[in-house]
């Protein structure tokens, strides 16, 4: 079993940077593929961003890729989701969830946090 905790989320203006944190604990974090999914107000829940347990291979929705970079820290069990040139349309609760699997399919996911809000002002 595997909780995760999101935080870094907050106000931020358009064009700025937030850097947000994953932490999980539990046993077996390291093997799991983690990603990024946000919510806007409104919309369905959307993939931002993965990586795979051994921290390479990421991939990018096509809104964020170019601006965000997702990595982890193996030894503090956290993976990070830097946004940076941030735009109205990041306003959105982001989750990060572990699984099997990996990539943009919310069904391969089998842990999730229970997010951390982002606001960009414009």
């Known amino acids: 079993q595997v909780q995760l905790v999101e935080s870094g989320g907050g106000l931020v203006q358009a064009a700025g940077s937030l850097r947000l944190s994953c932490v999980a604990s539990?046993?077996?974090?390291?093997?799991?593929?983690v990603g990024w999914f946000r919510q806007a107000p409104g919309k369905e829940r959307e993939f931002v961003a993965s990586?795979?347990?051994?921290?390479?291979?990421?991939e990018y929705a096509d809104s964020t890729e170019g601006r965000f970079s997702i990595s982890r820290d193996g030894a503090k069990n956290t993976v990070y989701l830097q946004m940076n040139s941030l735009k109205p349309e990041d306003t959105a609760v982001y989750y990060c969830?572990?699984?099997w699997g990996g990539g943009s399919a919310e069904a391969l996911y089998d842990y999730w946090g229970r997010g951390t809000r982002v606001t960009v002002s414009s």
């Open positions: 969830a572990a699984g």
């Open positions: 539990g046993r077996g974090f390291g093997i799991y593929h």
């Open positions: 990586i795979t347990p051994g921290g390479i291979n990421p």
